[in-house]
């Protein structure tokens, strides 16, 4: 049972220092959310998370009478974290729309209170709690400032310490709390803070999916804590001396061979439980004074809004609460002081141009904020004028080489993607209405298939209960060697449930059932809410919304709209052209494979190309050692698997469950492949050279993307880098090629057509989309092709074999019926 320290809350704390409490705002919404979740007004709107964050609020500025208070928030997409381990939260259920609502719905609430918000891309708010405490600790100015951080969860505990920092978190309810400094979290683990990240390198965290070493469970990972501290002192130990190792902690020979075998898993599984200092945010504690920022009659307007009328009547002690009386306001005229005027320019979303500047000088900032930009211009603090950042930002990429990227790509571009989102994509709402009819009903019929094949009812979204059923009830896995989870449990992921398809017939109703509920709950029943009044989807496009250079879209994501399976493409025909309109589809055949042949010079493939052969007949045939002519459909279906894993530094495991074989079957067919492509191959070892030796990549066109990770010490991370940074230059070659087919075909319609017989509205993936009049569509599309067949200037090929860049287009009524 979790103890309590008796000291009253003021004996726990320096109340002679200044006081900064930062808010672990994300847990405390999920917190609250769970803990009140029927709460609403009474329209009906579901107003719990936030009833529960004002509640915390107001608590923590009664009990802790703050100086400071700061609000850090995780950011909707994946963070460096899911980069290195792509289950990290795997296991966690997808967020409630009501809660996801509410947390956008928070940031406006928690700035009405007077609190600043920091968040960063690619960390998550634990990362930005770190960074902060760890930036304060070392500046010296912050010597007499005191940090509490406010969470709803353990994590932030390892943070701990008994100078200057504590938890504040919530117990079992809203309404109880418990302040823990050093000696309460030695008191509850076993062991200082500063091991949590150790004891969870070995045990792992099932909340988080982080893996750990599988078996290790509490005791035996508080035993070697406790005992050596790091996981690092504790491999030390064992290594030096094993036996005495074994007398020191009491453990089993089998406990001790899964420490043995669980190296490699116990260091990732710490780093990635390990809060980082170096998160880009710009702290500056001044701007944390929320009695300073507070602005009554909007909190009082938000709390009426939200109809939490027992709040209302607490607001008064905010108010009395304020370090200065509220001064009259300055004459409208008057001009603004300077930091004024910086502050302004932060509350702008960042410009297009200087997100576009920063990404090409640093490619992990896709989408950057204004923290971002201040460090890749660095700068410690906001100028005065925009143009300011701009000039620093262009002599930084002229520094990096990524100028001409710059000007010949991506801000030429830039107006035609706005063009792109104005014109927006029809789509057919009565075709999806009656998809989503047809398969809801298929999908009510999938359930009760599935329930009467294993006997009994279940939610067949739980993963857990899908685990629970297969191989508890039924014992699907009895005697078979089933893959297991990062958390230890049998995977029921989709990949490993098409494994055991074989095993039971509920296996395929359920992919079917998963299939069909992803197709509604994403597209069918999604897509007609997100048409304009137009009737047309107006998606919001990234032009570097990937590391490697690609777009990105949202409002929806278009790139992720379904074509592997027939009941997903059918989608695609919803959108649709205007009446008196086609859509004109455009793409590079092969390109990824034709890039290689280019950059690897290997003739066997140039010679593919060059004289228009299917390429994957051809490498079916040296692999398997029989003539074209008689290379089987499995043989070709092989031959591409290979093809594009090998571009994608697919190793020998990998490539066999691609394939279906045995190890042995595709490491022969791995090593013909090198040996029949050594040029392909000696080029893809260079590349990985040159990024380990310099740290990043290039494309064609000279775009730059980083690998912090490539000489990592960590096995995972390094091989993960290696992988990635093979085919970088292919990747972003290719993304450069569709931009650059984009601001070709651009001036094509300037000079032979006209805007608004020619309209582009889609790219997607290698994709081009344009909506073009009737009479003129045939037209076009042979001019298009032309041009994009062109737009690699010949002057790159120098002292090189070109290769052919074919281009595939078609014409149709609906994006699904293009062929």
């Known amino acids: 049972m979790e103890k309590v320290s008796k000291k009253p809350l003021k004996q726990s704390i320096n109340t002679a220092k200044k006081r900064l409490v930062l808010l672990d705002t994300h847990a405390i919404i999920h917190r609250a959310y769970h803990a009140i979740p029927d709460f609403t007004t009474s329209s009906g709107k579901p107003t719990g998370a936030l009833y529960g964050l004002s509640t915390m609020i107001m608590r923590i500025i009664a009990d802790l009478k703050p100086d400071y208070i700061l609000a ?72 007499n400032i005191e940090v509490i951080i406010a969470s709803g969860d353990m994590d932030t505990m390892q943070l701990v310490n008994n100078t200057h920092v504590f938890v504040y978190t919530l117990k079992k309810t809203l309404s109880e709390t418990i302040l823990y400094n050093e000696d309460m979290v030695v008191e509850r683990y076993g062991f200082k803070p500063e091991f949590i990240p150790d004891y969870k390198g070995l045990r792992g965290d099932t909340s988080d999916n982080i893996i750990g070493i599988a078996g290790i469970g ?155 930009v201040l460090q890749v211009a660095k700068l410690n603090s906001m100028p005065d004028k925009e143009n300011e950042i701009r000039d620093l930002l262009l002599a930084r990429m002229e520094a990096e080489g990524v100028l001409n990227v710059y000007k010949h790509i991506e801000q030429p571009l830039i107006g035609i993607v706005e063009k792109m989102e104005v014109n927006g994509i029809l789509i057919d709402v009565k075709l999806l209405e009656q998809l989503s009819k047809k398969y809801h009903t298929e999908l009510d019929e999938i359930e009760k298939s599935i329930f009467g094949l294993v006997g009994s009812e279940f939610n067949i979204n739980s993963p857990k209960q899908v685990s629970e059923i297969l191989f508890d009830k039924l014992e699907l896995n009895k005697n078979l060697k089933i893959k297991k989870s990062a958390g230890g449990k049998i995977s029921t992921r989709e990949s490993e449930l098409e494994k055991m398809r074989d095993l039971h017939p509920a296996i395929g109703k359920i992919l079917e059932y998963r299939e069909l509920q992803k197709l509604l709950s994403t597209y069918l029943d999604v897509l007609p809410t997100l048409a304009g009044t137009d009737g047309r989807i107006h998606a919001t496009f990234n032009q570097i919304g990937a590391v490697t250079g690609r777009f990105s879209s949202k409002n929806p994501n278009l790139q992720n709209i379904p074509i ?80 594009f894993g090998i571009l994608y530094g697919m190793g020998v ?77 292919i990747q972003g070659t290719q993304a450069d090629m569709t931009k650059l087919a984009m601001i070709a075909l651009n001036s094509l319609i300037a000079k032979k057509y006209n805007d608004n017989d020619v309209k582009i509205v889609l790219q997607i993936h290698d994709e081009l989309a344009y909506e073009v009049k009737d009479e003129i569509a045939n037209n076009f599309l042979v001019d298009a092709v032309g041009v994009m067949s062109g737009v690699v200037p010949p002057g790159l090929f120098e002292g090189k074999i070109p290769v052919k860049f074919e281009v595939s287009g078609g014409i149709a009524k609906d994006w699904g019926s293009v062929k």
């Open 564 to 643: 592997k399976t027939e009941k997903g493409r059918v989608i695609r025909n919803a959108f649709i052209s205007e009446d008196g309109y086609s859509l004109v589809v455009l793409d590079y055949a092969q390109v990824e494979l034709r890039l290689a042949a280019l950059f690897s010079q290997d003739t066997a493939m140039l010679e593919a190309f060059n004289s228009g052969k299917d390429i994957h007949t051809v490498v079916a045939a040296k692999i398997f050692h029989v003539p074209e002519a008689q290379v089987t459909r499995e043989q070709r279906r092989s031959a591409k698997t290979i093809n």
């Open 653 to 729: 495991n990998a490539l066999r469950e691609g394939l279906g074989t045995s190890r042995a079957e595709a490491q022969i067919f791995y090593d013909a492949y090198y040996q029949e492509f050594a040029t392909l191959a000696n080029y893809l070892e260079s590349v990985k050279v040159f990024a380990r030796e310099n740290g990043f990549t290039r494309t064609l066109f000279g775009r730059k993307r980083i690998f912090n990770n490539i000489k990592s010490v960590l096995p995972f991370l390094r091989a993960q880098a290696e992988r990635m940074a093979i085919n970088a230059p």
């Open 72 to 143: 850090a928030y995780d950011l909707p997409q994946k963070t460096f974290r899911h980069e290195a381990y792509e289950a990290y939260k795997g296991t966690r259920q997808k967020t409630d729309d009501i809660l996801v609502t509410q947390l956008i719905e928070s940031r406006e609430l928690v700035k009405d209170f007077g609190i600043p918000i920091l968040d960063a891309p690619g960390f998550e708010a634990d990362d930005i709690l770190g960074t902060i405490v760890h930036q304060i600790k070392n500046n010296k100015d912050n010597k």
């Open 218 to 372: 509490e005791k035996t990972a508080t035993i070697l804590i406790a005992k050596y501290g790091t996981i690092e002192n504790m491999y030390k130990a064992l290594e030096k001396d094993i036996v005495k190792f074994k007398n020191e902690v009491g453990l089993s020979d089998r406990l001790i061979n899964l420490i043995k075998d669980g190296q490699d898993e116990a260091i990732f599984s710490k780093t990635l439980a390990t809060i980082r200092h170096d998160a880009p945010i710009e702290f500056k504690i001044d701007e944390c004074d929320f009695r300073k920022n507070l602005d009554v009659e909007k909190l009082h307007r938000a709390f009426t809004n939200l109809e939490f009328r027992s709040l209302l009547t607490k607001i008064d002690v905010l108010k009395n609460g304020q370090s200065q009386p509220v001064q009259n306001p300055e004459p409208k005229n008057e001009i603004k002081k300077e930091q004024e005027i910086k502050t302004e320019i932060e509350k702008k979303p960042v410009p297009k141009d200087i997100a576009l500047m920063t990404t090409l000088i640093y490619s992990d900032y896709v989408d950057p904020s204004w923290g971002n």
